[in-house]
């Protein structure tokens, strides 16, 4: 590889859901698979309700989310590490030890990054594009032909082509990063009231849900498929915490009819929202007594 062999190494260390690869001559894009080697030009896609990270040599990890497409870049001088061109999605990067040193674009802006841990979102539309540049902690010289700023701890900014970086008021570490974060399965799914047609239909993908393959179980869900039921929306809402996907999930649990809060489904919707917020650390107090598994 550039940059001295495996002294610039970046592998693929995570996998969930799907994701492909194109090499710098091919054109066509191919499966990956965990431990699997990259090569600058090496460009990666995720798929949707999928997440992926990749380990760079000097430890740090880069993770990224559903819809994200990168490049890998070389290195720009002598000593650094590879680099990222980001054409959409979200990365998130994190440094263990000493900042670490990775240089990143996007269509509008280049990152200079010494630091441990930041995230960079990129919208992208036909003839438009916003990223945006969240520091957790650590420096970022963000900027283009126009201006560079300089983001330090809980600073943000964000630029479209063409135009000066901007700074934001800021940002909320927590929910800037919920799409990488652990949620685990904690829906009993006996407490669910499916019915006959539901529990046909979604044989398989609770099977896996019982073993404890949540990815699974979310793959094995009809691709499509419309929730019917309170029941079922807010299975779905689980099987989408289970990648990240926190946003999708609330919105699916803010469609279930106006019922009872005392229903099985109504219960169960209160205890994912209870686990959203005991992983983004805010109080949600108890509006009801705990009588489910769930």
């Not at 497409?69 to 002598?78: F, G, K, N, R």
């Not at 969240?134 to 082509?161: C, H, M, W, Y």
């Not at 029941?231 to 946003?247: I, K, M």
Request: glycine residues 8%; proline residues 6%.
């Amino acid at each position: 590889m550039a940059g001295g062999g495996a002294t610039n190494e970046i592998r693929i260390v995570e996998l969930q859901g799907t994701a492909e690869v194109a090499a710098a001559t091919a054109t066509t894009w191919m499966p990956v698979r965990t431990n699997q080697i990259l090569s600058p030009f090496d460009r990666l896609r995720t798929g949707a309700n999928s997440r992926m990270a990749l380990l760079w040599s000097d430890r740090s990890v880069v993770s990224f989310g559903a819809l994200t497409e990168l490049e890998i870049l070389p290195p720009d001088s002598a000593g650094v590490q590879c680099g990222l061109h980001l054409l959409r999605g979200i990365v998130s990067f994190f440094h263990r030890d000493e900042p670490g040193r990775i240089r990143v674009i996007t269509r509008g802006a280049v990152a200079g990054v010494e630091g441990t841990e930041f995230v960079l979102a990129v919208e992208a539309g036909k003839d438009t594009e916003l990223a945006t540049m969240s520091v957790i902690d650590g420096k970022v010289r963000f900027g283009n032909e126009q201006a560079t700023l300089l983001l330090t701890n809980g600073q943000q900014a964000v630029v479209e082509p063409g135009q000066a970086p901007v700074r934001t008021a800021g940002f909320i570490a927590n929910n800037v990063l919920q799409w990488c974060f652990y949620y685990p399965a904690v829906i009993d799914p006996a407490d669910l009231p499916f019915t006959p047609e539901e529990q046909k239909i979604l044989v398989e993908s609770l099977q896996a849900y019982r073993s404890g393959d949540l990815q699974v179980a979310l793959t094995k869900y009809p691709v499509g498929r419309q929730p019917g039921s309170d029941a079922e929306r807010v299975y779905y809402a689980g099987l989408l915490l289970g990648v990240g996907q926190v946003e999708p999930a609330e919105t699916v649990l803010a469609s279930l009819s106006a019922a009872d809060a005392s229903s099985r489904p109504q219960r169960i919707a209160l205890a994912l929202r209870r686990l959203i917020s005991a992983v983004k650390r805010q109080p949600n107090p108890a509006v009801v007594r705990p009588q489910l598994a769930t």
